[in-house]
C-alpha cells in the first residue's frame, strides 16, 4: 500500500513541474517559430530581431548592465562578508539586520528613491555631474541596491567556513597578512565567489523593475519583452526576445551547477574553527563601510518612504496621507494590495506544503531512481528562467482554447501556480537539506515497527525540519508580496496586485503614490517576517525542546 502511494504522489510531483514549467517554455519556443497567423517560420523571427539594431542593441545595454552590477555588488559584498566573519567589528547583528532590508522591498522600490535622490528634482542631482540618472547609471545602482543582500548572504556563509590551523602554520612561518589572504583565504571561498557572481549578474540581466522606472529610452532585454507584448501586441517578438533572455539565464545556472559539483568541504572533522582577534585599524575601517553601507540602504528606503508623506516633492514638503487614498488612480489601489495578500499567503501555505512533501519523496523514497532525479532536475530548472520569461510562457501555454487547464487563465489561481514555480528551487535546496540531516534510520525504524510513512513524517519529519519549512514559507511570501516580473502579464483588473499598481501608477504619473504602493508592499513583508521571527520562536521552543540541553 505504502509504495504505490509514494509512486502516485512522485508521479503527481512530475506532473506539476512538468505543467508549471516545461510545457510553457516548449510552447513558448514553439511559438518563436512561428508568425503571428500561427504558421511556422523557423528562424525568421530571430534574423528580423538581430537586423533591428535597436532591439539587438538590447542585448548589448543588458550584458553591459549585467556585468558592471555584478562586479559593483560581488566586491562590496565581500568587503561586507569580510568584516561580518573575519574581523571583530561591533554591531555585527545591525548590519546584518540591514542589509536584509532590499529583500523585502520590491525591485520598483529603489528606483523610485533613486529618482527622488538624483532625478531632475532630487537633491543630489549635481553629483552627477551632469549625467542624467535615467539610463545606465540609475539602473546599475537600483540593481546594486536590489541584490546586495543575495550576494552578502552567500558570501557570509562562504566567509565562515575556514580552519584555523591553516593561518596558524601561515603565521608561524611568518606569512604577511596579505600574502595569508592571497594564499589561504581567497582560494578557501573561490567556488562562493564564482557561484555568488552567476547569482548576482542572473538576477541583474533578468530583473525588469529597475529598468522599467529608471531606464528611460535604455533598452535592456527584459523591457523589450514587455514593450513587444504589451505595447506592441507582438508576442511571437516577444517570444523570441524571451528565448534570448533565456539563454545566458541557463548558462549561467549550468555553470553554476558545475562548480558545485567541483565543490568540496573546507572543514574536516580535525577542523578548528577560526576566530577573529581584535585588530584596531582594521576593525575600525569595516565599521566605516559597512555602516556606510548601511546608512545607504536606510537612505534609499527611507527616502521612498518620505516621498509617500510629502504633499508635492520638492516644493511642498508638508506632510499627509492622500498619497495613501488609492482610489480613482490607475494600478487598483487597496484592492490590488489586498489580492497580493491573498496571493502571498496562498503561496505560502501550498507551496510550503508541495515544496517540501516534492523533496522528501526525493530524500526518503526507496527505490523509482529515474523519477526521483527527473524531479530533482526538474525542481531545479525554476532558477535558471527569468520571471518574464515564465509570464509570457504561461500566456502562449494556457491561453489556448484546446488546453483543459485554460479555466485557470485570469483567475488567481494561475498567479499562486506561476509564483511557486518562479520561486520553487530555492525552496527545494532548503527543503533537500534539511532532509539530509535527518538520520535514514528514523524511516527503517518505523518501516520496521510497521508504522505507516505518513505517521514518521508528521512525527518526527516535520518538527525535525520545521526551521526550514518556517523559513521557505516567510521567503515564499516575501518574494510573492514583491515580484513583479513573473506576474505582470497574467494579471487581470479583478486579479490586479501591489506591484504591479506600482508600475502603473508610475506610468499614470502618479509618482508619489506609486513610492506609496512600494512602501506598503515594504512594510508589510517587515511586518510579516517580524512575526515569523515571534512564530519561529514559539514553535520551535515546544516543538524542539529536545534540542535544549537541560
Not at 303 to 331: C, E, M, R
Request: aromatic fraction near 12%; glycine fraction near 6%; hydrophobic fraction near 55%.
Amino acid at each position: 500500500m505504502e509504495r504505490p502511494l509514494r509512486l502516485l504522489i512522485l508521479l503527481l510531483a512530475l506532473a506539476f513541474l512538468t505543467i508549471g514549467l516545461l510545457f510553457p517554455l516548449v510552447t513558448m519556443l514553439v511559438k518563436s517559430l512561428q508568425d503571428r497567423s500561427g504558421d511556422f517560420i523557423g528562424l525568421a523571427n530571430f534574423v528580423r530581431y538581430f537586423q533591428t539594431p535597436a532591439l539587438a542593441g538590447s542585448i548589448v545595454n543588458s550584458l553591459a548592465v549585467a556585468l558592471s552590477s555584478t562586479v559593483i555588488v560581488v566586491g562590496l559584498a565581500f568587503m561586507c562578508a569580510y568584516g561580518i566573519t573575519r574581523t571583530c567589528m561591533p554591531g555585527k547583528r545591525v548590519f546584518r539586520m540591514l542589509a536584509i532590508l532590499p529583500i523585502l522591498a520590491p525591485s520598483l522600490l529603489p528606483a523610485i528613491s533613486l529618482v527622488y535622490l538624483f532625478g531632475n528634482q532630487g537633491w543630489f542631482r549635481d553629483v552627477l555631474m551632469g549625467q542624467s540618472i535615467y539610463g545606465p547609471i540609475g539602473i546599475i545602482m537600483g540593481m546594486c541596491f536590489w541584490i546586495f543582500p543575495h550576494a552578502l548572504m552567500i558570501l557570509t556563509t562562504a566567509l565562515s567556513n575556514s580552519d584555523a590551523r591553516l593561518y596558524e602554520a601561515a603565521e608561524a612561518l611568518g606569512t604577511p597578512a596579505w600574502r595569508s589572504f592571497l594564499t589561504i583565504t581567497l582560494p578557501g571561498v573561490r567556488y562562493g565567489l564564482i557561484s555568488c557572481s552567476f547569482v548576482v549578474f542572473t538576477l541583474a540581466i533578468t530583473d525588469f523593475g529597475v529598468p522599467k522606472i529608471i531606464g528611460g529610452q535604455f533598452s535592456v532585454l527584459a523591457t523589450d519583452i514587455y514593450r513587444q507584448v504589451v505595447g506592441q501586441q507582438n508576442f511571437q517578438m516577444g517570444a523570441v526576445v524571451s528565448v534570448i533572455l533565456l539563454l545566458p539565464a541557463m548558462v549561467s545556472f549550468g555553470v553554476d551547477r558545475i562548480i558545485h559539483r567541483r565543490q568540496v568541504a573546507q572543514l574536516s572533522a580535525r577542523a578548528v574553527p577560526w576566530q577573529p582577534t581584535p585588530h584596531r585599524l582594521r576593525d575600525r575601517t569595516f565599521v566605516v563601510l559597512c555602516y556606510s553601507v548601511g546608512a545607504i540602504i536606510l537612505v534609499v528606503i527611507g527616502t521612498a518612504i518620505y516621498a509617500s508623506l510629502v504633499q508635492f516633492w520638492p516644493y511642498n514638503l508638508s506632510l499627509t496621507l492622500k498619497h495613501y487614498a488609492f482610489d480613482g488612480l490607475a494600478g487598483g489601489g487597496w484592492p490590488a494590495w489586498l489580492n497580493s495578500l491573498k496571493l502571498a499567503l496562498s503561496v505560502a501555505v501550498i507551496g510550503t506544503l508541495v515544496v517540501f512533501i516534492n523533496a522528501w519523496l526525493i530524500e526518503k523514497t526507496d527505490g523509482y531512481a529515474p523519477l526521483r532525479q527527473a524531479l530533482h532536475f526538474m525542481a531545479m530548472l525554476p532558477m535558471a528562467v527569468p520571471g518574464m520569461v515564465l509570464g509570457l510562457a504561461y500566456i502562449f501555454f494556457f491561453n489556448q482554447a484546446g488546453n483543459p487547464l485554460n479555466w485557470l487563465y485570469g483567475t488567481l489561481a494561475i498567479l499562486v501556480l506561476n509564483t511557486l514555480v518562479h520561486f520553487y528551487t530555492v525552496c527545494h535546496l532548503t527543503s533537500v537539506t534539511a532532509l539530509k540531516q535527518l538520520d535514514p534510520e528514523f524511516e527503517a525504524v518505523g518501516a520496521s515497527l510497521k508504522v505507516p510513512f505518513w505517521t514518521t513524517f508528521r512525527r518526527v519529519t516535520l518538527p525535525v525540519s520545521l526551521p526550514a519549512i518556517l523559513d521557505i514559507s516567510v521567503y515564499l511570501f516575501v518574494n510573492a508580496m514583491t515580484t513583479v516580473s513573473a506576474v505582470v502579464f497574467l494579471y487581470t483588473s479583478d486579479t490586479r496586485l501591489a506591484s504591479v499598481a506600482v508600475l502603473h501608477l508610475d506610468e499614470a504619473g502618479y509618482f508619489a503614490s506609486a513610492a506609496a504602493m512600494a512602501v506598503l508592499i515594504f512594510f508589510t513583508s517587515l511586518v510579516v517576517k517580524l512575526l515569523h521571527a515571534a512564530i519561529s520562536h514559539l514553535l520551535l521552543t515546544r516543538a524542539q525542546r529536545w534540542r535544549q540541553v537541560g
